[in-house]
């Protein structure tokens, strides 16, 4: 079966990057357009992994983060924060927030399905 991977974005553009990406290199996606339909879609689909925005609406990346890493169920998960900041600290902010890895906009295919592959193998 397919892993399945969840992205977390409020950019349509972006999404469709990642739809095209991922669904090219095998893997199922699920999407969420903001922090809390993330942990809705987290806790109802229970992905192999989580891309998570971090500047969104009605709930950002970092306590979307927060939030599943706090539910037992879904702590396990790896998160992977994916941001356009580029202000330093910003990494740091992200692993206090829970997230297992970090990768900063504008990425290359080649890197983001690096760390994808990384941690799912
Ligand atoms: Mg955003």
Do not use: F, W
Request: hydrophobic residues 40%; aromatic residues 4%; negative net charge.
């Amino acid at each position: 079966m397919s892993k399945k991977i969840l992205v977390v974005e409020d950019t349509e553009d972006n999404r469709q990057i990642l739809r095209d990406l991922l669904g090219m290199a095998g893997y199922d996606m699920v999407e969420a357009n903001d922090g809390a339909e993330g942990v809705a879609k987290a806790t109802e689909h229970r992905p192999d992994l989580i891309l998570m925005d971090i500047q969104m609406p009605v709930m950002d990346g970092y306590e979307a983060t927060r939030r599943i890493k706090a539910d037992p169920a879904l702590a396990s998960i790896p998160v992977i924060a994916v941001t356009s900041y580029a202000l330093s600290g910003d990494e740091q902010k992200a692993r206090d927030a829970g997230c297992d890895g970090y990768i900063a906009k504008p990425y290359s295919p080649r890197q983001m399905l690096a760390k994808v592959r990384e941690i799912l193998g």
